[in-house]
C-alpha cells in the first residue's frame, strides 16, 4: 500500500533523487563503530541534533498550556505538570533535554577540537558550529525564566547584571533585555518570544548550513 | 524456510524500521497523550447555586442571572450565567437555558413582534415556544437545555443545564 503511494508519487515528482542525496551516503571506515569502537565519538552530533529535535517537539507541545503573563505562568506550568496526563513526563523531556543538549553540544566540541576536523577546509564549519553554541546558550538562558519560579526570577535579574557589564552598551543590553526598567511582565513576554520564535528560527537556519557544509566537504579523514 | 526467505539487508531494515519505530512512539506517546488530555478528561460537576426566592417566578418567562464559580484550567473564576424561569401550569418551575441551539446566540423572550410568546433568537431568526421546544422551519434542530433544578427554603437551586432530545 504504502509502496502503491510512493511510487505513484514518484513516478510524477521523481522524488527518488531528492532523499537519496540527503539519506544515501557512504559512512567511511573510520567513523563506523562497528570497525573501530572508539569512533562512537563520532556520535554526539547527531545525539545534538536528536535532543534537538526532541526539544522542538516537546516545547510545541508545552505551549499548547503555557501562557506567558506574569499571573499566570507559574499556575499554567503547574496545571501542566500535575493535572495534564504525561505532564510531568512533557516537561521532563524539555527540562532534562535543555541540560542533556549542551553537554552532547560540548562532547560533539571536543571531538572535532582534538582531532583537528576544525582546519582547512572546514573553517567556516567550526565558527557555524560556534554560532549554534550561542544560540542554545540563548536557548536555556530565555527558557530558564519561563516557569516564573523565584528561581527563574533571580536567575534572571543575575544574567541580566551579566550583560550590564558590557562595555558602553552594557545599559542598553538590560533594557533591551528586560524589555523596561524592571524585569516584570514585559521580560516575561519578549523571553517567550525570543525563546519560541526568534532562537528557534536562526537555530534551525544554522544547523542547515551546518549540514549542508559537511555533506559537501565530507567528514574529515582519520587521524 | 530457505535461506533466500529474507536477506541479510532485508532483515537490517526491517530491525531498523522496528527499533526506530518504537523509539520514536515512546517519544511521541507521552506528548500526543498530553495533548489529548482535554478530550480524556471527565466533565465536572456542578453544585446547586441559589438562584431566586420562589415568589418572584411568575407564570411569563422571566430572566434571572447567577454566580457560579468555574475551574477553566488553572484559572478560577465567578463566571455569570443567566436562565429563563417560568412557573408551569402544574405548578413546576422550569429553568430554560438562554443559548440558542443553533449556533449558540442568546435568546430572548417575546421580542418578535411576529410571533408572540415565544423564545427568539435574533442571529439567525430561530424560535422556541415557551417550554422551549424548538419550532420547526427554524434555524435550531434542538429544544433549548434545561437547567437542573431544585426547590429548598422557598428558594430556587439551579445546577448544569442539561440538553434534551430534539422535536
Redesign the interface.
Known amino acids: 500500500m504504502l509502496q502503491k503511494i510512493y511510487d505513484w508519487v514518484d513516478e510524477r515528482l521523481d522524488i527518488t533523487p531528492l532523499w537519496r542525496d540527503v539519506a544515501d551516503h557512504e559512512v567511511p571506515e573510520h567513523v563506523n563503530p562497528a570497525h573501530h569502537f572508539s569512533a562512537f565519538v563520532y556520535c554526539f552530533g547527531g545525539l545534538t541534533f536528536f535532543i534537538t529535535v526532541?526539544q522542538i517537539?516537546?516545547g510545541m507541545?508545552l505551549t499548547?498550556?503555557y501562557v506567558p503573563d506574569i499571573v499566570?505562568a507559574w499556575?499554567?506550568v503547574?496545571?501542566?505538570q500535575n493535572?495534564?496526563?504525561?505532564?510531568v513526563?512533557?516537561r521532563g523531556?524539555h527540562h532534562w533535554g535543555a541540560s542533556l543538549v549542551i553537554v552532547m553540544m560540548f562532547l560533539h566540541t571536543l571531538r572535532v577540537f582534538f582531532q583537528g576536523a576544525y582546519k582547512k577546509p572546514r573553517e567556516l564549519n567550526w565558527v557555524v558550529g560556534v554560532l549554534i553554541f550561542f544560540v542554545m546558550l540563548g536557548l536555556g538562558f530565555t527558557g530558564y525564566l519561563l516557569p516564573w519560579d523565584m528561581k527563574a526570577l533571580f536567575a534572571t535579574k543575575v544574567g541580566i547584571e551579566i550583560a550590564m557589564t558590557i562595555p558602553v552598551v552594557g545599559p542598553i543590553a538590560k533594557t533591551f533585555l528586560a524589555g523596561g526598567e524592571i524585569i516584570g511582565a514585559q521580560t516575561l513576554t519578549r523571553f517567550f518570544a525570543i525563546h519560541v520564535f526568534f532562537l528557534p528560527a536562526a537555530l534551525l537556519g544554522l544547523m542547515g548550513a551546518h549540514f549542508l557544509m559537511i555533506r559537501k566537504q565530507g567528514i574529515s579523514g582519520p587521524l | 524456510m530457505s535461506k533466500e526467505d529474507i536477506s541479510r539487508r532485508q532483515f537490517l531494515n526491517y530491525t531498523l524500521t522496528g527499533v526506530g519505530g518504537f523509539m520514536a512512539a515512546g517519544m511521541l506517546m507521552p506528548m500526543v497523550r498530553f495533548a489529548l488530555d482535554p478530550i480524556l478528561k471527565e466533565g465536572t460537576d456542578q453544585e446547586l447555586v441559589a438562584v431566586t426566592s420562589v415568589e418572584e417566578i411568575a407564570n411569563e418567562p422571566k430572566r434571572f442571572d447567577f454566580k457560579i464559580k468555574q475551574k477553566d484550567g488553572w484559572y478560577e473564576s465567578d463566571v455569570t450565567q443567566s436562565a429563563w424561569v417560568y412557573k408551569a401550569k402544574n405548578g413546576d418551575f422550569i429553568a430554560l437555558s438562554p443559548i440558542c441551539k443553533h449556533l449558540g446566540c442568546t435568546v430572548d423572550w417575546n421580542t418578535d413582534p411576529s410571533h408572540p410568546n415565544q423564545f427568539f433568537c435574533p442571529c439567525h431568526l430561530g424560535r422556541y415556544t415557551k417550554d422551549g421546544t424548538n419550532v420547526k422551519g427554524t434555524a435550531p434542530l434542538a429544544p433549548l437545555d434545561v437547567y437542573d433544578s431544585q426547590v429548598k427554603d422557598g428558594k430556587l437551586y439551579l445546577g448544569k443545564a442539561k440538553p434534551r432530545k430534539g422535536a
Open positions: 526532541i517537539l516537546s507541545f499548547m498550556y499566570n499556575e499554567s503547574y496545571y501542566l493535572e495534564v496526563a504525561f505532564g513526563i512533557v523531556m
